[in-house]
């Protein structure tokens, strides 16, 4: 199969067929490991650690200046986008590959709005309004083909599931020792 839309097409299958084979395969874990930086004066406010099959890659977040960062590193809210329109890139590119459509240039632009009086407690008011996102093709598919691709991609990427379907969320604090 090789690969079309520097997707892996046999990586792809090959994993898909150990998920079949082995539904368990089909469940991975990921984790962020973040320290809000106290002992400093300047930069970033927090730092993480992740890591993925290349190593290990070194994330920075300062909130921006009205809210009491810095803004000398990209907000969690950028983090957060990013995260979206990265995996719907991932996911259309992948779904289009394994359907044999190749694609010459693809764009993806997203964008908020965020109400802060929530966070800074003064109101109850919905803290984002919604998230526009749209994807810039360049491909030899038609209209149909595309429709399609953006129908499934809404079904799979793991991101806009994230943000459009309740997720149990827990939160804890523990008193740290040292």
């Known amino acids: 199969m090789g690969s079309l839309n520097r997707i892996n097409l046999d990586k792809l299958m090959e994993t898909s067929e150990a998920m079949k084979r082995d539904p368990g395969k089909a469940v991975k874990t990921t984790r962020v490991e973040g320290e ?42 950028h983090y957060c986008l990013y995260g979206i329109a990265a995996c719907t890139a991932a996911t259309f590119a992948t779904i289009a590959a394994s359907e044999g459509i190749r694609l010459r240039k693809m764009r993806v632009v997203i964008e908020n709005k965020i109400n802060f009086s929530r966070p800074l407690g003064l109101s109850d008011e919905p803290i984002v309004e919604g998230v526009n996102l749209e994807i810039f093709v360049d491909t030899d598919a038609g209209d149909e083909d595309i429709e399609r691709l953006k129908k499934l991609t809404m079904e799979r990427c793991p991101a806009i599931y994230c943000v459009t379907n309740p997720i149990k969320m827990e939160l804890s604090v523990n008193k740290a020792t040292e």
């Open 36 to 77: 809000w930086l106290l002992d400093v004066d300047s930069g970033p406010q927090f730092r993480a650690v992740i890591s993925a099959d290349g190593g290990e890659f070194i994330l920075e977040a300062d909130q921006p200046k009205p809210l009491g960062g810095g803004g000398s590193r990209p907000s969690p809210i």
